[in-house]
Nanobody, 115 residues
Framework: QVQLVESGGGLVQPGGSLRLSCVAS????????MNWYRQAPGKERELVAS????????NYAVPVAGRFTISRDNAKNTLYLQMNSLKAEDTAVYYC????????WGQGTQVTVSS
């Protein structure tokens, strides 16, 4: 069955960095556009970044463009999100999923940006 396991979150001060990982299984990872999403308390889940199946075409939501970098390793079935210059408003639970028809959501990884 499909599994998405996110990790790498934590507590970080404003201006700091984190690298998130998402290990995927149960489907052909290399054939799908993959996305990072986040959900802050009291808000709806939002798309943060997207990457093409071969990893050559990234796209970013305006709030994170220039600070976050999405990448993937298809040999390891793993999606990454490098987050730099973190701000308090980046605080959220971060999830990975395919583009379009979602797989069952993983547990996510909590990112808290606070001094």
């Amino acid at each position: 069955q499909v599994q998405l396991v996110e990790s790498g979150g934590g507590l970080v001060q404003p201006g700091g960095s984190l690298r998130l990982s998402c290990v995927a299984s149960g489907f052909t990872f290399s054939r799908l556009i993959m996305n990072w999403y986040r959900q802050a308390p009291g808000k709806e889940r939002e798309l943060v970044a997207s990457i093409s199946d071969d990893g050559t075409i990234p796209n970013y939501a305006v709030p994170v463009a220039g600070r976050f970098t999405i990448s993937r390793d298809n040999a390891k079935n793993t999606l990454y999100l490098q987050m730099n210059s973190l701000k308090a408003e980046d605080t959220a639970v971060y999830y990975c999923n395919r583009n379009g028809e979602f797989f069952p959501w993983g547990q996510g990884t909590q990112v808290t940006v606070s001094s």
